[in-house]
């Protein structure tokens, strides 16, 4: 298995000192290589999920294990180390550093975990994302679909085995929509690496065997009845 | 990528604003190296010029004064004593001394104004300083004119014979054969007419020396007026010791008959003494404090040990001045460091998505505090080298310049305080970096995100 969540609580404090939940999961699985769309509702708590599984937010309580490893047990400098080497982010925003060039950035990607940037494996992704030619551009000088291509090369730097995209397409134009999701799933399926996709597009998450939507198996309402996430 | 690759380009990201910090840091740091050097050409000046002689002998007064006047040349020689005094002195303490040379001052050249020393030849066999291990500096000299037309016969070995110190040489272009008047030191501005010849050049020394003239106590004593009048000589010596000898004595029954012969010893002075002492250190100290306690118990001259002279100088005067001067020129350095400080904690603000990014792909906390750690240290650093050297650059194009006033710098010399400056900038560093490098530390990965 390469994901398991469970009873993952996850809430916010609120201005006027009272929680907010956002998570309630009792249990959710994601097999290795497997390739899973998560379906919700803007505000449900997708961005917040992902954030728990990268062990960027720690949950209030239950267990994120990752390729048999408790992440929610690591301590965080051990857990930071962990994001970089077996999870791979793709962004809605695509977070690529200003001033980095495409390399520049996708090298940034390996920097934080303990093998050394190996600038052919750079350059070997930005190949198969098509930007050879494009190496030392910054993002400013790249279109929006150039960026997130660099975005995707930089989530597999690390040869990861978890790969969380959040709404990987909805900044980019209709043209190049289906080319980067194209490009996450058949790097994932090449690397057997596992995919869990956010979007709210039903064209988008029509296109994966298996589909959840958050509201399903996410309750959060039931830790703090009367209010919504 | 490593750290200091990151943070070089987060540098160069911001490229004026880390350059103006970085200049500031430099002009600090050059300002300080400047006070630095100039503070090592004080203490060679003044401390190193005064270990060239274990006791100066001079007329009671200010102790100060009296290094002052005839080691330095500043200011003006009190009373001065008898060439009796120097003459039983040396007969009285001979076996203890290694070399006691007479000096005689109070008259300048015609140009320039340069202060006239009478002495012996032996003023120039004694080392004119030690420097700071003991090594001794001896005076290097030539006697042939640069254009090869004249050559003297040694350094002041005749009565007209001068020697000239290298500014003097220079500022007056004098050369071995040049030809010289003195104007008499009082303030009637009386020029003499005897004419002393140049028959040695002296090279710098970076000392008072260089800007001196220096001709044979003979040839002093010839000039016109210089010798005391014999009825005031013999008072004087009457006063100085308790009677007056039969040379002098002799000397008045020939002025009354009429008679003019050579200057009597009575109406001979001198300003001071320079002594040396033979012996190991210990000999040479017990002999300095007997013939010190000697002299200062009496009411006519003193002995004084012008290291301790001018160390006291320096610690009372000097040393207040430079402890300011480095304490402004800390103070400039502290201020470019608030500068590079409010530099990166202003861009923390812009900077915050990238700290997240870099999070998010797994730095660790400590990792992205240490990335701007680093880049204020570049900025300290880089600014603190590039202040060296400019620092050693301006005091390469000065130093022609200074040399014009007698001092010698060298350009390359540095000082123990440089290699105190770049463990300071780095802890400088530490410091300002640390608040926006806190702010690094705890930036909310997922809210700056989100954001």
Redesign the interface.
């Known amino acids: 298995m390469s994901l398991l969540l469970e009873n993952i609580r996850k809430s916010y404090r609120e201005p006027d000192g009272g929680s907010l939940p956002v998570l309630e999961i009792e249990r959710f699985e994601l097999l290795r290589g497997e390739q899973v769309a998560l379906v919700g509702a803007s505000g449900g708590g997708k ?2 999920l992902l ?1 728990v599984i ?1 062990g ?2 720690t949950p209030d309580a239950g267990r994120v294990v990752i390729d048999d490893t408790e992440v929610t047990e690591l301590p ?2 051990v857990r ?6 077996r999870i791979g ?1 793709v ?1 809605q925003t695509f ?6 060039t495409a390399l ?1 950035n996708v ?7 303990r093998g050394r ?1 190996d600038r052919s494996r750079a350059l070997e992704l930005l190949e198969s994302v098509g930007l050879s030619h494009r190496l030392d551009h910054r993002p400013g000088q790249l279109s929006v679909g150039e960026q997130q291509r660099v975005a995707v090369a ?1 989530a597999l730097a690390n040869q990861p085995s978890l790969l969380l995209a959040d709404e990987p397409t909805a900044n980019v134009d209709l043209a190049n929509q289906q080319t980067i999701l194209d490009l996450v799933r058949s790097a994932c399926t090449t690397g057997n690496v596992s995919l869990l996709l956010v979007t709210h597009s039903n064209d988008v998450a029509g296109q994966f065997d298996r589909i959840e939507r958050l509201d399903e198996f996410n309750s959060p309402a039931a830790v703090n009845p009367g209010t919504t996430p | 990528m490593n750290l200091w690759s990151i943070a070089i380009k987060s540098v160069k990201q911001r490229a004026l604003a880390s350059a103006l910090t970085s200049l500031s840091v430099a002009l600090g740091v050059m300002l300080m190296i400047v006070v630095l050097v100039a503070n090592g050409m004080a203490e060679r000046m003044f401390v190193q010029t005064a270990t060239g002689y274990d006791l100066i002998l001079g007329p009671k007064g200010s102790q100060l004064e009296l290094v002052l006047t005839s080691i330095y040349r500043i200011g003006v020689a009190g009373e001065p004593l008898p060439y009796r005094f120097y003459r039983e002195l040396t007969s009285e303490a001979g076996n203890r001394i290694d070399r006691a040379i007479p000096i005689t001052m109070g008259d300048v050249t015609r140009q320039g104004a340069f202060p006239i020393v009478g002495t012996t030849p032996d003023y120039f066999v004694l080392p004119y300083m030690h420097e700071a291990d003991g090594t001794p500096r001896k005076f290097q000299f030539r006697t042939r004119s640069l254009d090869g037309k004249h050559s003297g016969e040694g350094l002041i070995r005749n009565p007209f014979d001068a020697t000239i110190g290298a500014v003097v040489a220079r500022q007056n272009n004098w050369d071995v054969g040049a030809k010289l008047k003195l104007v008499h030191g009082g303030s009637d501005g009386h020029v003499h007419d005897e004419e002393f010849t140049v028959s040695g050049v002296l090279a710098a020394t970076g000392t008072p020396n260089d800007r001196t003239v220096f001709v044979h106590l003979d040839g002093f004593y010839m000039i016109s007026g210089h010798e005391k009048p014999l009825s005031e000589a013999i008072a004087r010596e009457r006063e100085f010791f308790g009677n007056v000898s039969e040379e002098s004595l002799q000397a008045l029954e020939a002025e009354k008959a009429g008679g003019h012969g050579p200057v009597p010893e009575a109406q001979k002075e001198i300003t001071a003494i320079l002594l040396n002492i033979k012996g190991e250190i210990g000999e040479k100290v017990l002999a300095e404090s007997r013939l010190m306690s000697r002299l200062n118990e009496g009411v006519q001259a003193q002995a004084v040990k012008p290291i301790v002279q001018i160390d006291r100088m320096m610690q009372t005067l000097i040393g207040p001045i430079r402890t300011l001067l480095i304490g402004l020129t800390s103070l400039i350095i502290v201020v470019s460091g608030i500068g590079i400080f409010v530099s990166i904690y202003n861009s923390m603000a812009d900077r915050k998505k990238e700290i997240a990014i870099m999070r998010a792909l797994g730095a660790r906390r400590q990792t992205v505090l240490t990335v701007i750690l680093a880049e204020s240290t570049l900025l300290c650093v880089v600014g603190g080298l590039a202040g060296f050297v400019l620092a050693h650059l301006l005091i390469l194009v000065a130093s022609p310049v200074v040399a014009g006033y007698g001092l010698v710098v060298d350009p390359w010399t540095f000082t123990w305080g440089e290699l105190v400056l770049l463990p300071a900038l780095i802890a400088l560093a530490s410091l300002v970096g640390f608040v926006p490098g806190m702010t690094a530390y705890r930036t909310d990965v997922a809210r700056t995100l989100s954001d």
């Open positions: 961005t917040t954030n990268s960027i937010t965080e400098p930071d180390r962990f994001r970089a080497e982010f962004y977070n690529l550093l200003p001033a980095f520049e090298l940034l990607g390996m920097s934080f975990s940037a930089r």
